[in-house]
């Protein structure tokens, strides 16, 4: 099967972000390397059936304001519209069809 694979990134508006690696107040920040594989497998509750992987939330990765996923998409799938009212989405296509 074909697929597309893609890199979700959701993030919310945060005044005063910081870069990787840059002190915040006391706290120093590191940047994160996730693997291909690593990640946490969910399914998601609007499409029941249809799985990602978190690679960057809260819970993987300490992250405060930015949430990282990819799914492998078959060709002719869509993503359905949707709102993040207060939270900015990126989406990037990884790779294409082949052929």
């Known amino acids: ?3 597309v694979s893609l890199v979700l990134g959701v993030c919310a508006i945060a005044a005063g972000a910081s870069s990787m690696g ?3 107040g ?4 590191t940047g994160l ?3 291909q594989k690593d990640g946490e497998r969910r399914e998601f509750r609007t499409r029941p059936g ?3 992987t978190l690679k960057l939330d809260p819970k993987n990765g300490n992250s405060k304001h930015m949430v990282v996923m990819t799914e492998d998409m078959a060709l002719g799938d869509r993503i359905p519209t949707h ?3 207060n939270a ?3 989406i ?3 790779t294409g069809p082949l052929g």
């Open 83 to 85: 709102r993040h009212p």
């Open 92 to 94: 990037i296509i990884h």
């Open 26 to 29: 006391a706290a120093k920040v």
């Open 33 to 35: 390397i996730v693997s």
């Open 1 to 3: 099967m074909r697929t």
């Open 22 to 24: 840059q002190e915040v």
């Open 88 to 90: 900015d989405e990126l």
């Open 50 to 52: 249809t799985y990602f």
